[in-house]
């Protein structure tokens, strides 16, 4: 499929997905909701692939919803915002939590708004120093959505939270790392090659087992301690029938770098 709002490409068991709306910061509009959807659909499906990059062209990761397509004109009816987080960002966030394969956020800018619920949707997060996150929600009387809510108190605890949704406030992605909210910062300059690294690294892990970590730290969100056991336990037997299990161990025990292909 040709795209015209993102660039998607699959090199070295890696799918990478570029928002490319760079005049807009990547702001989000109907097509490239599409666009992202039917890629991540892709990258799900195709073998090849064991490991997701999203990252933004331009100088901007993702300024959240296009604005210009949902104001309320003077005197017309209110646009119903439920029905495009219902039909649009929902999904998205779903989709990237429940794909079984690391999706690797690349935050090469600006973040705000869903453009920063996006991208702490990602497994792992790093950021470029010049990039910020912006809970932008609150200066037009709305609350962090695309699971923002959800996510943020997870990361930095419930008082940064409640200062990062209410004020608005730009945080720099060295704070962001220090305060636990994504996994590494790098120079501006790094941030390709590092991102690429890591993504490139994780399509040669034992990606049945990436999967499994992720679900299970997903489930842990609202598991007792009892029904995460029994998770890990149900996983792990899984696990230990897989070819990579086999492999890790062979390797192990032969002292040699293992070979693991994904299944
Ligand atoms: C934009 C946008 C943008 C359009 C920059 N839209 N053009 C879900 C459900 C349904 C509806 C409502 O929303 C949601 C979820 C959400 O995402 S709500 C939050 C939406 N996002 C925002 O409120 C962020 C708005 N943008 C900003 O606050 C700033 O642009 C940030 C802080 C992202 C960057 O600031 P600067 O670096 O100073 O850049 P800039 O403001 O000059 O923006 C550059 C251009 O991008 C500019 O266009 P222009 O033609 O003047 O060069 C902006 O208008 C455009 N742009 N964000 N969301």
Known sequence: MAYSTIEFAIDAGVATIALNRPDKLNAFNETMHAELREALAAARTDAQVRCVLLTGRGRGFCAGQDLSDRATKPGGPAPDLGATLERNYNPLVRTIH??????????????????????????????????????????????????GTWILPRLVGSARAAGLAMLGDALGAEQAAQWGLIWKCVDDERLADESRSLARHLATQPTAGLGAIKRALLASATNTLDAQLDLEQ?????????????????AFLAKRTPAFKGR
């Open 98 to 147: 429940t794909l079984p394969k690391p999706v690797v956020g690349a935050v090469n800018g600006v973040a705000a708004g869903a453009g920063a619920s996006i991208a702490l949707a990602c497994d792992l997060v790093i950021a470029a120093r010049g990039a910020k996150f912006v809970q932008a929600f609150c200066k037009i009387g709305l609350l962090p959505d695309s699971g």
């Open 234 to 250: 149900d996983l792990q037997r899984e696990l230990g029938r897989t070819e990579d299990y086999a492999e890790g161990v062979a």
